[in-house]
């Protein structure tokens, strides 16, 4: 069908710059990027975070003025994250449908001075949970249909604090039809469910347990609710039952080593679909940047182009401001 060497030559489509713009394929945007912003009570405070260099934590009155920034570099959507004070978490978790929460406080903030900046927020317990688990603990087992109802008053907080989106990352059986059908009831039609469909049980989220302070807490692991990271078959049912249920967008997590499950997702169910650039991909990649094993820009936008190679609409990952810089520049390569 393709004409042999000599008559055709791969390489005429790489030998400048201009040519190989021409014929690329997958083109990287700053809309594409949804930044993870951790938060923490108190004021004027910005610390950083130390299993993840360059990411820091923020009080509200400090993420107000790092939002406008992200705004004006282009970015038009965050995901919030609180580290919750120990003596806010209980076994029960209340303080997840608190609506003076943190997360709840900081959207309204952020959506009272950008009105058009997209506020996602994590439909989960383990920020509020003593044991650091997505769910209920009774006796040391998860109950989901226990977690359901909790999940369902932390969502309807969330969408009457004025979040955009929310993202079930919890993994519990039922989630995103409980969500939408009490989203539907109260009137909130147009709140977005972009679900952490393909949740794997990974342990490239060390980092990030470390950033929102459940490191020591979590009791045992989360095996019994996120998927084994070997299946792919079990990762596409429960993609196709969060659409099902109701989900408007879905997430595959982590990214890097998930790619199949992204390719596979897309092309199976033609539907919107996301990736998380986790916390361990994120201080991989910034560990090596640090030692100079590897070159910072283009790294950085490999990285992130590869997800959109894969069928990424979108890509949340910790790299947004500095993809964002590195775009503008035009130095990714
Ligand atoms: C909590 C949640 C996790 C992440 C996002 N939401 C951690 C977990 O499931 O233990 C991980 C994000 C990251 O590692 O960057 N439900």
């Known amino acids: 069908m393709f004409s042999s060497f000599p008559n055709r030559r791969g390489r005429r489509l790489r030998q400048n710059r201009g040519i190989r713009a021409l014929v690329r394929e997958t083109i990287l945007s700053k809309s594409d990027l949804i930044c993870p912003i951790f938060l923490r009570e108190g004021t004027k405070i910005i610390e950083n975070i130390p299993s993840m260099p360059g990411v820091n934590r923020y009080s509200i009155d400090t993420l107000i003025p790092y939002v406008e920034k992200l705004i004006s570099s282009g970015i038009l959507t965050v995901a919030l994250f609180p580290l919750t004070p120990s003596n806010k978490k209980s076994s029960d978790c209340e303080e997840a449908w608190n609506p003076e929460n943190l997360v709840n406080i900081a959207t309204r903030q952020l959506k009272k001075n950008f009105p058009e900046l997209i506020v996602m927020l994590d439909v989960a317990l383990d920020p509020y949970n003593i044991d650091g688990h997505d769910g209920l603990l009774v006796n040391g087992k998860i109950i989901n249909d226990e977690t359901l109802v909790a999940l369902e008053r932390q969502a309807l907080v969330q969408a009457e604090s004025g979040a955009d989106i929310l993202g079930p990352s919890d993994m519990m059986d039922g989630r995103i039809k409980k969500i939408r059908v009490a989203l539907e009831e109260k009137g909130f039609k147009d709140t977005l469910i972009m679900s952490y469909a393909a949740k794997f049980a990974s342990a490239y989220y060390g980092p990030f347990r470390e950033a929102v302070g459940a490191q020591g807490l979590l009791k ?87 997800f959109k190679r894969a069928g990424c609409d979108g890509i949340l990952t910790y790299f947004a401001p500095e993809a964002a810089d590195i775009l503008d520049k035009g130095s990714g390569g």
């Open 220 to 306: 045992g692991d989360k095996k019994t609710y996120q998927i084994d990271p070997p299946n792919i078959q079990e990762a596409i049912r429960e993609v196709e039952e969060d659409i099902n249920e109701g989900a408007d967008m879905v997430m595959v997590k982590p990214g890097m080593p998930y790619l199949d499950i992204i390719s596979e997702v897309k092309r199976k169910f033609s539907f919107p679909t996301f990736a998380y650039q986790v916390s361990g991909e994120y201080s991989m990649i910034r560990g090596a940047i640090e030692n100079n094993w590897l070159e910072k820009d283009i790294t950085i936008i490999e990285s992130l182009t590869c």
